[in-house]
Structure formats: structure tokens, C-alpha cells
């Protein structure tokens, strides 16, 4: 498949470009800043285009057979939009050119509990300002999903709790409704986002991604 990455320099949003380019799939990786983009494969084509410049998303967005989000915003005290913006941008792409399957990353859980010493010491003293300017990130990646669940497209959201890395995917749950204290490996949220794309098991769904700690890991590749 000819799938486009948006947030294609963040975190996830590498591991899921070289995941799908080792699933076979052709890649268009989004960034504002090509020369930093990590992943040289002729597989990969490296795209500049700001989300918030709706042109510029609808000009890359054509030629495609599904869309991957992994936009994110840093946390600020102030009004967050490009959450929202963006989603709004590309689902306009997308209908422009008849583009129909949607994934994206949406709500990240910033309540996961760490209850060793440190970390109780951590939530008494600075979860609270972390909460705060976490909010208006929330707020707009609410607006973002509520935007994707509106387009009548084959949308898919992932709900990650709190991300942390992993050097392997893991045998992690997907679920409607999210574990207590549930983490999230960036390998595994990546995984499952290029599992959807031709497995299909969540289509107008959003779902939770927890990460397990051991066995069997689920197959990324198209089912025969």
C-alpha cells in the first residue's frame, strides 16, 4: 500500500515509517525538517509540508491508499491548536482525493501511577504543573478526534497510556476501554498502527494500545 506519515520525525512517528516500510508498504514521510529525517530507503520518500498549510497537506495527501498520524503537540500553558488544525486539514486532503482509510494517535493518557517512593514524590511536587499544561493539549487532541469521528472515513484512534520505550514489540492488548495504569511502548503503539492499516479490526473505533510484557507477538503483515 502507498501510505503518507504525518508527524513522521517524532518519536513514533520513525518507528512507524521503518515498520512500514518492512512490511512492504511505500512510504511518504512528513516532515518540516528533511535533512533531520533518519530513514534513507528508496521505499521512503521524504515529503516537506507544514499541517497547518492545508495546500500543502492536500498536494502530498493525493496518490494515497491510507493516512497515519503521529502529530503531537508540546505541552503548553497556553491555547493548543494544531492538533485540531491538522486533523481538520488532512480530512479535508483525504476527501479531496477519495483517500478513505484514516489512522491516527489520539488522546495520550498523562495519568499513568508510578507508586515507588520517587514517584509518588514526583505526582506530590510536579504532576500537578505537568497536568496543567498538559490540559490544553487534551483539549485539542479532543477536538482532533471528535473532527476524525465526524468524517464519515474509515478512521481508527489509538489511545496510548503513558508512552515509554521498549527494545521489542511485546504482545500488548488492544481494548476499548484502557487498563489502570496502563503504559505504552512506542514500539508497540507503532506496531499496531501498521497492523490496522490491512488488518482492518478497528475501523471507526478508538481503542487503547497496553503494553504486556512478554509473548507472542501479533503479526504486522496483511492476513491471507
Not at 514526583?122 to 471528535?146: F, H, K, S, T
Not at 496502563?182 to 482492518?200: F, K
Request: charged share 20%.
Amino acid at each position: 500500500m502507498r501510505l503518507i506519515v504525518f508527524g513522521a520525525n517524532s518519536s513514533t512517528g520513525r518507528l512507524v515509517t521503518a515498520m512500514a516500510m518492512n512490511a512492504g508498504h511505500t512510504v511518504t514521510a512528513i516532515t518540516r525538517r528533511p535533512a533531520e529525517f533518519p530513514i534513507s530507503d528508496r521505499r521512503v520518500q521524504v515529503a516537506d509540508a507544514d499541517v497547518m498549510d492545508a495546500d500543502a497537506v492536500d498536494w502530498v495527501v493525493r496518490d494515497h491508499d491510507a493516512v497515519l498520524s503521529a502529530i503531537g503537540a508540546p505541552l503548553s500553558p497556553k491555547p493548543v491548536t494544531v492538533c485540531s488544525q491538522a486533523a481538520y486539514n488532512v480530512v479535508k486532503a483525504m476527501m479531496n482525493h477519495g483517500v478513505r482509510r484514516l489512522l491516527c494517535v489520539g488522546s495520550v493518557g498523562l495519568d499513568a501511577a508510578d507508586l515507588s517512593p520517587a514517584g509518588l514524590l514526583c505526582q506530590r511536587m510536579i504532576r500537578p504543573v505537568v497536568l496543567a499544561c498538559g490540559r490544553a493539549v487534551q483539549q485539542d487532541v479532543r477536538r482532533m478526534e471528535n473532527i476524525v469521528r465526524e468524517t464519515g472515513l474509515d478512521w481508527t484512534l489509538f489511545r496510548p497510556g503513558r508512552l515509554v520505550t521498549r527494545s521489542d514489540v511485546t504482545d500488548y492488548r488492544i481494548t476499548a476501554d484502557p487498563a489502570p495504569c496502563a503504559l505504552t511502548s512506542r514500539l508497540d503503539l507503532a506496531h499496531a498502527l501498521v497492523r490496522e492499516v490491512t488488518h482492518r479490526d478497528h475501523v471507526g473505533e478508538a481503542v487503547h494500545v497496553a503494553t504486556c510484557r512478554a509473548g507472542r507477538v501479533p503479526s504486522i503483515h496483511r492476513p491471507s
